[in-house]
């Protein structure tokens, strides 16, 4: 069977100018190079990185806030990269949704949690008020805003945090979508909030049968929240495979890093420093070679002379790094 | 003597609605030399509490009742002039956010300059040299103390304002949030950074986060707030072993982790409460599992579990989880 969502070479590029007058542009930003992944029907899927590793561009790509420069993007068989309008586009809109990161900003202030959520619902040709108003009271019992009534007629501003992601959950969840990118649902909320709204998108993928794409920095909540896991270095995926496969068997020097770096709660615990030389470089026309090569800590000749390495499978998961499988 | 010693300290916010009881008969000491940590929610009063030890609250911050004892001066007693000079020399503080706290049109090193000149009697040369030692000590090249801030990284900024925590050799620093707004690999260095700093200067360091591993990695002593109430205190260790109010339990429960078992999470119901009017008797009571009547109407006491271990719950889970 075919993945819900394949995504081939996906590329972009962003402009750089350098100059106000310039002429042509010459700089470009790589922010997502040659990306390939598939989400299967049901599967929460993770996209793992720093700032500025592209993972959220990779989000905006997917539900097509973004055009991308090259590659392509399949949902259920349907090549959906060039889709522009029409009916078609429609369609698509309403299989894919987004959750966004900050709910103080992502909701309407002058909307009411009703209108919030049944507006998809009015852009999708349910014109029924009665049957607006009961797809929205579901809906919100499913994210646990009960009882609704007392929830519908609120304006963001009189609800909390949490609640507020609630909402933003409901109305992407409200058009029953297949495929939802979550982009760091949880990282602006209190600690008490998060485990709840994490347990609450991980209990509509049952109810619904929604698959994710889950976008986070949080290694430990990508290991609560994924069946697999990608992990990004500018704009280039360097491993990927079972969550559990790459946390604890992971390959890549970078992903090593990564891991190495969380602190431990654990206070008799003594954590060794990361092995990762410098600081991230922007993605500004990036040499040919291997993108972490600049701060790799076992880089050999051959990472200094051949392209960047490719995807291939090491015991169960991908890793672009010419060295891994070789002690 | 305590390097610190905050006694019932309270403090209120005026605002429209009402008083906002931000901070409520906290108590706790930092000994010299020794890493605190403080842990807690957004809105739980760690920060108000942390602007009351440099007395930089806002105009409508009103201090009810307490004393906050630096070196044995109450600083809440101390005119304005006098407490001119505790700030940097005696607790400087490295802001949330510092990304944004240093001037973007003045250069790095004449930031820090400027301080060292206005606080210590020494001339621009010999702050220079001070500061080209900073930046050494904190992992900058001294160099960049000429560049301008957009210049930096997130990482390098956040280095540049540790550097000018320690400008004028204080005996404590207040780090509140210093890593939040950084990538993984980038807040690893920091907090490396800060614990080399603070053993080879010997500076008293007071750690906020609302994370409890990097309090955890930080601190050899820590205090739980909630909603505006330290709720425990002790030794870092102890409270991690052994914690006895069950918000910290629901703080370490609530955290998914990368190593040991995969767990299911267990979020706390409800929110903190609205602090324009907390709870009647324990403000955590409307979220705790072991709350009974006694919870609902009378504030706990504030009570030793073990030596130096202190908790302010009416029903501590003693020695529960080893």
């Given at each position: 069977?075919?993945?819900?969502?394949?995504?081939?070479?996906?590329?972009?590029?962003?402009?750089?100018?350098?100059?106000?007058?310039?002429?042509?542009?010459?700089?470009?930003?790589?922010?997502?190079?040659?990306?390939?992944?598939?989400?299967?029907?049901?599967?929460?899927?993770?996209?793992?990185?720093?700032?500025?590793?592209?993972?959220?561009?990779?989000?905006?790509?997917?539900?097509?806030?973004?055009?991308?420069?090259?590659?392509?993007?399949?949902?259920?068989?349907?090549?959906?990269?060039?889709?522009?309008?029409?009916?078609?586009?429609?369609?698509?809109?309403?299989?894919?949704?987004?959750?966004?990161?900050?709910?103080?900003?992502?909701?309407?202030?002058?909307?009411?949690?009703?209108?919030?959520?049944?507006?998809?619902?009015?852009?999708?040709?349910?014109?029924?008020?009665?049957?607006?108003?009961?797809?929205?009271?579901?809906?919100?019992?499913?994210?646990?805003?009960?009882?609704?009534?007392?929830?519908?007629?609120?304006?963001?501003?009189?609800?909390?945090?949490?609640?507020?992601?609630?909402?933003?959950?409901?109305?992407?969840?409200?058009?029953?979508?297949?495929?939802?990118?979550?982009?760091?649902?949880?990282?602006?909320?209190?600690?008490?909030?998060?485990?709840?709204?994490?347990?609450?998108?991980?209990?509509?993928?049952?109810?619904?049968?929604?698959?994710?794409?889950?976008?986070?920095?949080?290694?430990?909540v990508a290991r609560y929240m994924c069946d697999r896991l990608a992990v990004m270095y500018l704009g280039k995926i360097v491993e990927v495979g079972p969550t559990e496969e790459v946390l604890?068997?992971?390959?890549?020097?970078?992903?090593?890093?990564?891991?190495?770096?969380?602190?431990?709660?654990?206070?008799?615990?003594?954590?060794?420093?990361?092995?990762?030389?410098?600081?991230?470089?922007?993605?500004?026309?990036?040499?040919?070679?291997?993108?972490?090569?600049?701060?790799?800590?076992?880089?050999?000749?051959?990472?200094?002379?051949?392209?960047?390495?490719?995807?291939?499978?090491?015991?169960?998961?991908?890793?672009?790094?010419?060295?891994?499988?070789?002690? | 003597?305590?390097?610190?010693?905050?006694?019932?300290?309270?403090?209120?916010?005026?605002?429209?609605?009402?008083?906002?009881?931000?901070?409520?008969?906290?108590?706790?000491?930092?000994?010299?030399?020794?890493?605190?940590?403080?842990?807690?929610?957004?809105?739980?009063?760690?920060?108000?509490?942390?602007?009351?030890?440099?007395?930089?609250?806002?105009?409508?911050?009103?201090?009810?009742?307490?004393?906050?004892?630096?070196?044995?001066?109450?600083?809440?007693?101390?005119?304005?002039?006098?407490?001119?000079?505790?700030?940097?020399?005696?607790?400087?503080?490295?802001?949330?956010?510092?990304?944004?706290?240093?001037?973007?049109?003045?250069?790095?090193?004449?930031?820090?300059?400027?301080?060292?000149?206005?606080?210590?009697?020494?001339?621009?040369?010999?702050?220079?040299?001070?500061?080209?030692?900073?930046?050494?000590?904190?992992?900058?090249?001294?160099?960049?103390?000429?560049?301008?801030?957009?210049?930096?990284?997130?990482?390098?900024?956040?280095?540049?304002?540790?550097?000018?925590?320690?400008?004028?050799?204080?005996?404590?620093?207040?780090?509140?949030?210093?890593?939040?707004?950084?990538?993984?690999?980038?807040?690893?260095?920091?907090?490396?950074?800060?614990?080399?700093?603070?053993?080879?200067?010997?500076?008293?360091?007071?750690?906020?986060?609302?994370?409890?591993?990097?309090?955890?990695?930080?601190?050899?002593?820590?205090?739980?707030?909630?909603?505006?109430?330290?709720?425990?205190?002790?030794?870092?260790?102890?409270?991690?072993?052994?914690?006895?109010?069950?918000?910290?339990?629901?703080?370490?429960?609530?955290?998914?982790?990368?190593?040991?078992?995969?767990?299911?999470?267990?979020?706390?119901?409800?929110?903190?409460?609205?602090l324009l009017r907390p709870p009647p008797g324990c403000r955590f009571h409307p979220r705790c599992a072991l709350a009974t009547e006694v919870c609902r109407t009378q504030a706990p006491p504030?009570?030793?579990?073990?030596?130096?271990?202190?908790?302010?719950?009416?029903?501590?889970?003693?020695?529960?989880?080893?």
């Open positions: 069977m075919s993945p819900l969502v394949a995504v081939d070479s996906l590329t972009k590029l962003f402009p750089v100018k350098r100059r106000v007058f310039a002429l042509r542009v010459r700089h470009y930003v790589h922010a997502v190079d040659g990306v390939s992944f598939a989400v299967e029907e049901g599967e929460i899927f993770g996209l793992v990185g720093e700032s500025g590793c592209g993972k959220t561009t990779t989000g905006k790509l997917l539900v097509k806030l973004l055009e991308p420069t090259s590659g392509r993007i399949v949902l259920e068989g349907q090549d959906i990269t060039r889709l522009r309008r029409g009916p078609a586009l429609r369609a698509f809109r309403r299989k894919v949704q987004m959750i966004f990161q900050d709910p103080y900003e992502s909701l309407n202030p002058r909307f009411t949690v009703f209108d919030t959520i049944a507006e998809p619902l009015w852009i999708h040709g349910v014109r029924s008020l009665a049957e607006r108003e009961a797809r929205v009271a579901e809906i919100l019992a499913q994210v646990g805003l009960t009882p609704p009534e007392t929830f519908m007629f609120r304006y963001p501003h009189e609800l909390s945090g949490g609640q507020r992601q609630r909402v933003a959950i409901a109305r992407a969840m409200v058009v029953h979508p297949k495929f939802v990118v979550a982009d760091e649902p949880t990282s602006m909320l209190d600690v008490s909030i998060r485990a709840g709204i994490m347990d609450l998108l991980l209990g509509l993928r049952q109810e619904l049968g929604v698959s994710y794409l889950y976008i986070t920095h949080d290694l430990a604890q068997n992971p390959l890549h020097p970078y992903t090593q890093a990564l891991i190495a770096a969380v602190p431990v709660p654990d206070p008799t615990y003594t954590r060794a420093p990361p092995e990762i030389k410098g600081d991230v470089v922007a993605a500004v026309n990036p040499p040919p070679q291997c993108r972490f090569l600049p701060r790799c800590p076992r880089a050999q000749d051959l990472c200094r002379t051949a392209p960047h390495p490719p995807l291939v499978e090491h015991r169960d998961h991908g890793v672009a790094c010419y060295l891994a499988g070789h002690g | 003597m305590p390097l610190l010693d905050v006694r019932e300290l309270t403090l209120h916010y005026a605002t429209k609605m009402g008083d906002v009881h931000a901070v409520d008969g906290v108590t706790f000491a930092i000994e010299p030399g020794e890493a605190l940590g403080l842990v807690g929610e957004s809105g739980c009063g760690k920060t108000s509490l942390a602007l009351a030890l440099l007395r930089l609250l806002p105009d409508n911050a009103k201090v009810l009742g307490g004393q906050i004892l630096f070196e044995g001066v109450d600083l809440l007693r101390l005119p304005e002039n006098e407490m001119r000079r505790v700030r940097w020399r005696g607790i400087s503080m490295i802001f949330q956010a510092a990304m944004n706290s240093l001037n973007p049109v003045y250069r790095v090193g004449d930031q820090i300059i400027e301080a060292m000149q206005t606080h210590l009697n020494i001339s621009y040369a010999e702050a220079r040299r001070r500061v080209a030692h900073l930046f050494d000590l904190v992992g900058l090249a001294p160099e960049l103390m000429d560049r301008y801030p957009h210049e930096y990284s997130g990482g390098m900024k956040q280095r540049a304002v540790i550097a000018m925590a320690l400008a004028c050799d204080p005996k404590l620093v207040i780090a509140d949030e210093p890593t939040t707004a950084l990538d993984v690999i980038v807040q690893d260095r920091i907090l490396r950074r800060i614990e080399e700093v603070r053993r080879q200067l010997n500076m008293a360091l007071l750690y906020i986060s609302h994370d409890i591993a990097v309090i955890a990695e930080v601190s050899r002593r820590l205090g739980v707030m909630y909603a505006g109430n330290l709720v425990e205190f002790g030794d870092t260790v102890a409270i991690f072993q052994r914690p006895a109010h069950p918000y910290t339990l629901a703080l370490m429960s609530a955290f998914p982790s990368l190593k040991g078992e995969k767990r299911r999470l267990r979020g706390l119901p409800g929110e903190p409460p609205d504030y009570a030793e579990v073990e030596p130096g271990h202190c908790v302010a719950c009416w029903h501590p889970q003693h020695r529960r989880c080893a």
